[in-house]
């Protein structure tokens, strides 16, 4: 059980930690005053305005859930009649990391390779152009995260082809945005909120990776999945009955830039570490491109890192190992500092 | 949306405050300490050991989910077979007002009609033996609520009584306890903690409406219920990433009395409601055993009140209403005396 | 294992024959020409056109399915999103005798008492009225069976009165017909197969109670619901690979009148049971109104039948018992003359 | 739609025909004798003894249900719980060709790629090893179809590994036998029905595409997974009311050795197939071992015979298209004499 080791510093995560002190504030400050249930109550709303502000869409619906799983879970099983299929990249966290989420909701994942963590057009079209038949699932989604699993980003120019992708085969296009504000704060993304709402059906912010104590807020941009998706919310146990308690951490988050603010700091953390393993002469895996670093080390070197610090290993290569180092809101510079100045002693 | 709309005081339900300072000051006192994942954190395994130790049972499973229709939809598919089915009393939450989720899981819900709110073992009996072929479902578990919807308490009698019934109809027993706080405060109940563990198959403890953010700790009992919970709880979208926020506020909730204290609070602000209503000449619909009270007013008299406070009409009976009333945690003493001082006003 | 006893005639189901010879000799004259798959073959095609041109009904599609708790649990599911419902008079086949089938593909079934086994108008509107909010399911479809588990039918008055309400509530109507070949013969009920096609959204015709092997005839009427059915039946395992089995036999049925034949036979072996039962003075705990017959009998009588005949007791009242007696296309007017012989043996 | 279209012979699938004289015959005689309903009759009685008798295992349970996909999915959602997954090789029927069935009941399919649509005990163990912890399926079934979809056979010694690997890593062992005719009477199999039962937990025994109009027979070897079968078909619509129709059929297959002889004709003419083939020059894309050839075609080869015959395209590879021959019971010599003779004029 991992909550008795102990490390130098956990990089294993962005959710590590409880959450900011300006969140925690603001529900200490709440105290005691009664609010509406169910989401129903005025700081969930004012969350709601201040996304709607935020991606320029005074139509959107946002609804506040728990968690990414959940998130994906009533997302999907509310667009897709029982034969419809969504589909994502192999690597994909409804494929790989949900426990079978989606199908226990009756519905089958299409997968395709992708590259570094993304899903091309291309391969979308090979995948409606398989299913031609009523012996086959009907795929009705597309399904990726902003960042991706591999710590890449889409740009404008790659989401506004699988966007425009998705419209030409009748596909909805939802995005899982768990970690969109390191995504959109990295500097290698040139998408906005309101670029991504515009490109997409529904997406979600999420909080839990960026300095909330858990939440996303989903944001639902396509009229025709507005309806009934509090029933789902509720039937999938989605609907906290105090949902002020993830509306009020939004509100404070969507506040004097909070979340970009915190995103901001988790992709510099990131920044310096992919600095500094290129430094220290080792490649990177994938490119790194939001608060995620893959670095390629000798599988003895991240031995030796891993008795001072968590982290995954995430792929063997031989004598190599291709390790995930995740920096947080949360990261301190010197535990960057410290875990490059083992490394150099490792090396 | 009720966010809106002013209140001298919400009676609606005991979920209407964000949670006691006691809560958010330990959440505030963790800072940006790091911790396990998943639930794999040294606060949740101290609540769980806090918990057992409450129950007397040193091998329980404890597991905490976001709240109460996810409590229930998880536990109960995680042990029916497609084909079996849970009996519950036809008023009970996951019949009426979880909108299909147990149904969403794939289970049918066999009801029995039950005596203010609880369910009697010839009730299930006689369900369980009409279940007799391959034509129906076969009935597996019995859930029951511990305060009932009707803010009834099961007494030990009732409770051994139904246990061994479903010992001997080959059943599990599930107490859905999201107000189980109130019902071993009551007074009503000669029930503690430990003897509901002892009794019933798996069970929970609910923090959500006493006194958390949110947050229910299912506690298994039954060995043969144990296994892949968490893989379960993962599928459902249940197994939050930084599960420590619960766990965290079970350990303050499970020091120091927090928890029975603010249940006793509860109770007996209802008991003072109810002594108000009786004073007044109103009957109650039903006996008030826990947090709630049930007064049978006049219409009229039910209309105006409305205007002041938040509750819920319950039953409409002729020109008479009986309306619920909920007393929390939090309920200040001066909001019961105005409530019962403009009741006066109106009769 | 009832395969081992003797009875001098079996009256428990009008299932207990194989098929018709007509249907038979149509399978054998079939030999070993070759056809498609799936249903799409001529066969299939051809008696499609044949209900089409009965249910004058160009439009309407037709689609052959094994059996009725496939039919109904193909349809519903097709329908219904996930936080769906479908209303059902509570005695009503799906509710009780398919083992959780609707359920188990996750919806729930509301249900209202009846009269004769037939639901109201205003008892579906009182159920979609208090379906108000997101904690409870929305109902979208009512089913209702022609003839009704009683044995009763709906007149063209009354269809077209819970049609209607259902147009105006947003609700589908859908016939289960797998007895409508002896409602619309029984004299009874003064509905067409083209007027049920009229007042519902979609129905189905039993070939397995009325002279096939087995097989049902599923008919879409509105267009909203014909979408991709095709892939829903290959997924729920109802699309044979062999449909022209299916196909073949329904083509049989609807030529030279042979399926109005076959029902009017077993209408009238029904009417002269119930006569017999009536002029030996008892009562019948439903109106005759199709081919199944409900007397009510001092339990020792039914006691003695239950030696010679088999049947299922229906209800205990008190010292009686109502027992369920069903004629079927292939009931022997002999095996009618013996039971009402001894009956009066027995009286 | 393919009904319409005249071809000089169908290639396309083993289902081309309605049945064999001999059960059709047996239909016939049964005449309107009557029966116990929900295969609970004689003729289902007596072929389950025959069935038992050949696989030498007096306990084995036998149920009779309507197609492949409705056996796949009754057993295998029968014998997981929700978070359990099924293993199956890549080009597996339940992956590819079932609309999401398998997953409609709420499970994920781990695939392996295999060699020649055969799965390798390596394989699975690496999908064991690979579901390590809550946040992934487990594995609990390993799915296999013999023949396979290549055509292939699994030998003793290859199914004797993979059921001791099954063993080893608490896998059930369920193997779909559509064409488990042709594999055991192909001769490139060293199995018999009765190794079969021995060495996996349930399979079932296809009748549709080997004689029967339409019926498979689901075979539980392992005393586990027997509870309750008849419930789980019940609810799927997997029972029958006239199970009769099919346990008729599989007596009429198991006597007189009717079942080898039409698998040992199918395979005798997909021997003469595969021989012209290779005698004309041609690849086979997979070995040659039941009832199924798979030439490699110059295009314009392939594209001239699908004028004359039916039959799939199985890969396009540059300028060559591998197809899918299949012969049957019923595929006459002289429809395989034309189309080699038509080969020849073509090459």
């Known amino acids: 059980m991992s909550g008795d080791r102990f490390y130098k510093y956990r990089f294993e995560n962005d959710y590590s930690e409880l959450a900011h002190p300006d969140v925690l504030n603001a529900l200490s400050a709440a105290g005691t005053s009664q609010f509406g249930s169910y989401g129903l109550d ?7 305005d201040l996304i709607r502000r935020r991606i320029d869409n005074p139509a959107a619906e946002v609804h506040f859930v728990s968690g990414g799983t959940m998130a994906n879970l009533v997302v999907l099983s509310s667009i897709l009649r029982p034969h419809e299929a969504v589909i994502a990249p192999g690597g994909g966290h409804i494929f790989v990391h949900e426990t079978g989420a989606i199908e226990a909701t009756g519905h089958k994942i299409c997968t395709a390779r992708g590259v570094n963590g993304k899903i091309l057009p291309d391969e979308i079209e090979a995948i409606v152009s398989e299913h031609t038949d009523e012996h086959m699932v009907v795929p009705r989604v597309v399904y990726i995260s902003q960042a991706s699993e591999a710590g890449t980003v889409y740009t404008k120019t790659e989401l506004t082809e699988i966007s425009r992708c998705c ?17 959109i704060n990295s500097g290698a993304c040139d998408l906005s909120l309101a670029d991504t709402a515009g490109l997409t059906d529904v997406f979600y912010i999420g909080g ?8 996303e807020a989903v944001v639902i941009c396509n009229e025709s999945l507005k309806a009934d998706f509090r029933h789902l919310m509720k039937q999938r146990g989605a609907l906290l009955a105090k949902g002020a308690v993830i509306g009020l951490q939004f509100e404070a988050l969507f506040s004097d830039g909070l979340f970009d603010r915190l995103a901001k700091h988790a992709c510099a953390m990131a920044r310096k570490l992919a600095d500094g393993f290129s ?3 080792y490649d990177l895996h994938y490119p790194m491109e939001a608060n995620m670093v893959f670095p390629v080390l000798p599988s003895g070197v991240a031995k030796k890192l891993h008795d001072l610090y968590s982290f995954h290993d995430w792929e063997y290569l031989g004598d190599l190992t291709a390790v995930r180092i995740v920096a947080s809101w949360a990261t301190p510079e010197y535990a960057v500092d410290d875990l490059l100045a083992d490394l150099a002693d490792y090396t």
């Open 42 to 48: 005025e700081y969930s709303i004012r969350a709601g």
């Open 167 to 183: 419209r030409n085969n009748g596909l909805y296009l939802f995005l899982d945005g768990a970690r969109i504000g390191a995504a």
């Open 208 to 215: 839990t990776k960026n300095g909330a104590l858990f939440g």
């Open 279 to 281: 430094s220290a002469g």
